[in-house]
């Protein structure tokens, strides 16, 4: 029967507390020869749930933290309890015999906080459960052994300067990992260690705030302020933390521009030019970026007329630059105020300012040698065309502004006038023409005219001139194009036949009118009509003109409207042509008659008088062709051996017979001895009778015979040419004195073919090697 389980305490106040619930128990009843076990419920006397064991405790070990009874134990050791669960066997242990649990090591309520374990009662011999397992929870009661700590420090954090007193700065928070439902192991306080009296900390939210008023970042821009918190409400014992808090002065514009000087002075050549740097100014402002942008300006109208001032890229300097010429001898100084404004401001620091400086500012203008300026900065001038050289076309001046009365030298720039047509006088730059010059081939004339002091002449200037060519009436009138016209034989009388146009190359005055006029008269073909526009209209009379071979030449007289008046004449071809019933051209008869006679008689016989002769020609060159390529064929068919090579050479006459002279490439051991008589003839002329063809041997012969055989018969034979040529050639060679160095005619021991027919000795020193070879003796020693 299961009865109560009751848990005793050995140190109750010493090692903890103990919650107690009440709760059945159960037990087995049973009648002996009843049906079976029957299910009773008791009350069990006492009921737990809960230990506590205190964290980090450094007594004693193993350390009593309860123990297990049931009430079915009767003291007779046959109950046996079991602890299951976490950290049993290991962190807490317990008496199978009395139930007793242990806590074996110190334990870290911030590494766990509590157990939850399993209990149960079993019979030691048959390990059958006596009561059913309960659950029970042990918890690490904690105490202050962790300090605060700051997770997020240290930290950075900026506010305006000029802040009201309490302006919030940032909050810092620190972390306690101490139980905060137990005591006040984890209730913090917070405190300001250093950055007093200018920050103050809020005790219990941590916010930083500004102490005091109107703190300058131009004094002061950066603080350290170190935050404590302290645990246990900040009462002594208790653990504490710091960190460190930067705080950055953000800056406002409350500073306004200052010129460090009151007066500015600056100086600048005459020469330089429009937008020439002259100097830079700069208006202190303490204050840091937009907040210290600059913006400068010219009070005085003086000084904006000569100059310009504007800010640099950076936004801080004043940059003063010309703005017009600057000219030493009419103005040497400008003086000037100049103003130098914030670009942004606050308004809520108006009354720190106004925010705006002024500066005076003068400049002086340095004289500098100044090239020759002309009075004009161009020059156009005029002459007639076709004027005597000499004539006058203009001249240009230039003065010295460093000293008029300093004299100038003039000059045209080469190749400005590269035909030389015009001069200039160095002293007084008079410009004259040195040709005649013609409007129709040039009408301007571009001149660079360069001016240079005597002095120094690095100091020039140039100027342009255009010299324009007037126009004179020296061209007479002439047509515009050749004109080459036909009208059909069937015209109306009357018809126009072209408009023909007149060009003068004169454009001055009436010079540019053109009449035209064509032949008068009853007798005349053709009508010329003028159009008063430079133009005439070529029209057939009433009376037709009669048929002719040959085109019509109209006679055009033009002449122009000038003082004095041009005229010429001109002719304009017209043709009398058959033409188709839609206008156009069949035929004209000049052309008709010209193709019957157009080859005459003896042209034609001239014709075929010169082909005949070049196929003649013809004829007689393949026949010598034919005739030579014969005479060849004939000797090779006779040829006997494979080295003789066959020349089909032509010599180039008389000049050749000693280049072509064959008596050194005869053999003289081969050939034939020659036959008495008158010396042979000169093979380079046509000998004057033919000699008798010498009879062929009736078999095979020498082949040197052969050779020197077929020689005679080319050198006697006058239908071979050329004369001077070698036409068959084979020539062996007699071989050496040494005979023959091969080894297949050299003799064995037992005998063999006769040694060489000459002694090694006397073979010469080139075949002294050889000779030691054969045995020869060596020559003796000097």
Same mark, same amino acid.
């Given at each position: ?7 005793? /305490? ?29 299910? /009773? ?75 939850? /374990? #399993? ?57 306690? $990992? ?7 192991? &984890? ?9 007093? +009296? ?40 208790? #653990? ?107 308004? $809520? ?48 001046? $230039? ?41 129709? $081939? ?101 009376? +037709?003109?009669?048929?002719?071979? &040959? ?70 060159? &393949? ?35 000693? &280049? ?98 000459? +002694? ?12 030691? /070879? ?9």
């Amino acid at each position: 029967m299961w009865g109560l389980v009751r848990l005793l /305490l050995a140190w109750l106040g010493g090692w903890g507390c103990m919650g107690r619930l009440a709760a059945p128990a159960r037990a087995w009843a049973g009648s002996r020869g009843g049906p079976g076990p029957v299910l /009773l419920r008791n009350r069990r006397s006492w009921v737990w749930n809960q230990f506590f064991v205190i964290e980090e405790y450094a007594g004693p070990e193993p350390v009593l933290i309860g123990k297990l009874h049931s009430d079915v134990d009767r003291g007779e050791g046959r109950t046996k309890y079991l602890l299951t669960g976490e950290g049993a066997g290991t962190v807490f242990v317990i008496d199978e015999a009395t139930g007793n649990i242990h806590v074996t090591k110190s334990l870290d309520r911030e590494e766990k906080a509590q157990y939850v /374990l #399993l209990a149960q009662a079993v019979d030691r011999a048959s390990n059958r459960p006596l009561e059913p397992p309960s659950e029970f929870i042990i918890k690490v009661q904690d105490i202050n052994d962790n300090p605060p700590i700051f997770p997020l420090g240290p930290y950075h954090a900026t506010v305006p300067e000029m802040s009201n007193v309490g302006t919030s700065v940032i909050q810092v928070t620190a972390h306690d $990992a101490d139980d905060p439902s137990y005591g006040n192991s &984890a209730k913090l306080v917070y405190t300001v260690l250093d950055g007093l +009296p200018f920050f103050s900390v809020d005790p219990q939210t941590g916010v930083v705030r500004t102490a005091i008023p109107n703190m300058d970042r131009e004094t002061q821009e950066e603080f350290l302020v170190v935050i404590q918190a302290k645990d246990m409400g900040g009462h002594m014992g208790g #653990l504490s933390g710091s960190t460190t808090v930067t705080v950055t002065l953000s800056d406002v514009n409350d500073n306004p521009p200052k010129f460090p000087q009151s007066l500015y002075q600056f100086s600048v050549v005459e020469t330089a030019g429009p937008g020439t740097l002259v100097g830079r100014l700069r208006a202190q402002d303490p204050d840091l970026g937009d907040n210290a942008l600059m913006a400068y300006s010219i009070l005085d109208g003086e000084g904006s007329e000569a100059f310009s001032i504007s800010t640099d890229s950076q936004g801080r300097d004043g940059l003063l630059t010309v703005r017009k010429p600057l000219d030493f001898e009419t103005r040497r100084s400008y003086s000037f105020r100049v103003e130098a404004t914030n670009t942004l401001i606050d308004p $809520a620091y108006l009354r720190r300012g106004p925010f705006k400086d002024v500066a005076s500012v003068r400049v002086a203008v340095q004289d500098a040698p100044e090239p020759p300026a002309f009075t004009q900065a161009a020059y156009h001038l005029a002459v007639p065309e076709n004027k005597a050289p000499g004539t006058l076309v203009g001249q240009v001046s $230039a003065a010295d502004l460093d000293s008029p009365a300093s004299p100038i030298r003039y000059s045209i720039l080469p190749h400005s006038d590269p035909e030389r047509c015009f001069s200039i006088e160095p002293e007084d730059g008079t410009i004259r023409t040195v040709v005649p010059l013609d409007r129709e $081939a040039r009408i301007w004339h571009n001149l660079t005219v360069l001016a240079t002091e005597l002095d120094s002449s690095a100091q020039a200037s140039r100027v342009q001139v255009a010299v324009q060519i007037l126009d004179e009436n020296d061209n007479a009138p002439q047509l515009a194009e050749p004109y080459d016209t036909f009208v059909c034989d069937s015209a109306a009388p009357g018809q126009l036949i072209q408009v023909i146009r007149a060009l003068d190359r004169d454009e001055v005055g009436n010079s540019s009118r053109v009449s035209l006029q064509g032949p008068l008269g009853p007798d005349a073909n053709f009508t010329v009509r003028d159009n008063r526009d430079g133009s005439a209209s070529l029209l057939l009379p009433s009376r +037709p003109a009669p048929p002719r071979q &040959a085109p019509y030449l109209v006679p055009i007289a033009l002449w122009d409207w000038g003082q004095p008046a041009l005229s010429s004449t001109a002719t304009v071809t017209v043709s009398v042509c058959r033409c188709r019933p839609d206008g156009s051209v069949a035929s004209c008869r000049p052309e008709a008659q010209l193709s019957p006679a157009g080859l005459s008689t003896g042209a034609l016989l001239a014709i075929v008088t010169c082909v005949g002769t070049l196929l003649a020609l013809a004829v007689l060159f &393949a026949a010598l062709r034919r005739q030579k390529h014969e005479a060849l064929m004939v000797l090779e068919e006779e040829d006997v051996r494979e080295n003789i090579i066959t020349y089909d050479d032509e010599g180039g006459g008389e000049e050749d017979t000693e &280049a072509f002279d064959i008596s050194a490439l005869q053999n003289p051991d081969g050939a034939a001895p020659p036959n008495p008589g008158p010396p042979p003839a000169r093979r380079d002329v046509l000998p004057r009778a033919r000699a008798p063809r010498q009879p062929r041997p009736p078999g095979p012969a020498d082949v040197a015979q052969l050779l020197a055989l077929r020689l005679r018969e080319a050198d006697d034979d006058p239908s071979v040419p050329p004369y001077d040529s070698v036409q068959v050639y084979g020539y062996e060679g007699r071989g050496s004195s040494c005979g023959s160095l091969s080894s297949l005619g050299s003799g064995s021991e037992a005998g063999g073919a006769p040694g060489p027919a000459e +002694p090694p000795d006397d073979w010469g020193p080139l075949f002294r090697t050889l000779a030691e /070879l054969y045995g020869a003796k060596e020559p003796p020693a000097p």
